[in-house]
């Protein structure tokens, strides 16, 4: 395993082990509302001080780009971090929720980590020596239809301003696939698609935090990401789309009917 990597996972265990401890405990957890129905909680806080604090320790010179305290640092090496991604779901004790932390040198992402602490699983790539889950290889689903397919999304929950947008997506969607899940982390969701756990992915409206690692991850599993148009803005945009080649395409067709139909209305 590459130096760095080992250190990025070091330090996803070990803010897995504070998610953990403070999971017995729920009732006693504070938090706070950063914005509409987006909450911190002194859980994300101490997992993010912790990682902070390991990759540091290891690169002291190196950026660090987290969700809760932001950007810090000036190198050609940046940390991107999600210390707790689902942090309503962990709220209210449903086990869905994940660490995240990413590397990139000179803005393209080298390393990847994804921990899930509930399931001990965590998910793993470099840039060009594929990914893992556990250290087994992961390698995107080889689902060709798209009615056939389990896709993953997440719906908007702080701004209602794209929400004819996802309903259309939706739409078209759940009427031409197996099933679509929302489970609240984006970060596992994308993980769960370089596993190949679902054949594909959609949202709008995320951070890089919550797409980096994940990116890589589907990439050395050998699927495609980019924004909902296909191309390669997402970390900027916000707007992701992710799944085996064969499904990326597929989905991209389907948002295009829906972008189309919208447009009618």
Known sequence: MHPMLNTAVK?????GDIIIRFSRNLEDVTFQEKARNDYVSEVDRQ?????????????????????????????????IIDPLDGTTNFLHGFPHYAVSIALAHQNIVTQAVIYDPVRNDLFTASRGNGAYLNDRRTRVSKCGALKDALLGTGFPFRDMDRLDEYVAAFRVFTGNTAGI?????ATLDL??????????????????????????????SGGFIGDLQGEAGFMESGDVLAGSPKIFARMLHSLEQAKAKLLKV
């Open 47 to 79: 997992a993010e001080q912790a990682i902070i604090s390991i990759l540091l320790d290891a690169y002291p010179k190196h950026a660090i780009l987290a969700e809760e305290s932001g950007a810090a640092g000036a190198s050609e090496y940046c940390w």
């Open 11 to 15: 330090a996803a265990r070990r803010a």
């Open 191 to 220: 993980a769960y698609v370089a596993a190949g756990k679902l054949d594909g992915f959609w949202e709008m409206g995320l951070k890089p935090w919550d797409m980096a690692a994940g990116a890589l991850l589907i990439t050395e």
């Open 181 to 185: 899940r929302r489970a609240g982390a």
